[in-house]
């Protein structure tokens, strides 16, 4: 039962941040929550063909991180990204859970402090910490156009 409600979306943005750090606050060794982090990047839809090329490649990641954003005439955006590195990838289906399909405003008034929240902020290398910057950078980007 529990498993269940961990994995249902929620309609907003910040409740969908809370809920993140509610998943991870029920593990206390961090290589539980590495390998939860790496199971979220595999559910992950595969990004289309057509966004995988370098004018949808981040900049500032180590890894391989290619990043699209589509706004719809309700001034929703959805984000899609993919990266070659398991944990970026799981970094990328955090962001796209709380960022993804919400509009510009909303975006723009979220906050990623369920990061800190779940202590990636203490957990991550410089370069992965780099490459989540950029990735939050283009999310808060695409809101603000």
């Known amino acids: 039962m529990l498993k269940v409600d961990l994995i249902m979306s929620t309609n907003n943005a910040s409740a969908e941040a809370e809920a ?12 539980d929550r590495y390998q939860m982090l790496i199971d979220q ?3 992950l839809t595969p990004l289309p063909e057509k966004y995988r090329h370098d004018d949808f490649r981040l900049r500032g990641c ?20 993919q990266s070659d590195a398991a944990i970026v990838q799981g970094l990328v289906a955090l962001l796209l859970r709380v960022y993804s399909g919400r509009t510009a405003k909303e975006i723009r008034e979220t906050e990623p402090e369920f990061l800190t929240k779940i202590g990636l902020d203490s957990h991550l290398s410089a370069t992965r910490k780099n490459g989540l910057a950029s990735m939050l950078n283009a999310i808060k980007s695409a809101a603000a156009e």
């Open 41 to 43: 990047g595999r559910k």
């Open 20 to 31: 993140i750090a509610d998943e991870f606050g029920f593990f206390d060794d961090w290589e």
């Open 62 to 81: 180590q890894s391989v991180v290619y990043f699209a954003a589509e706004r719809d005439d309700a001034d929703k955006i959805t984000f899609m990204a």
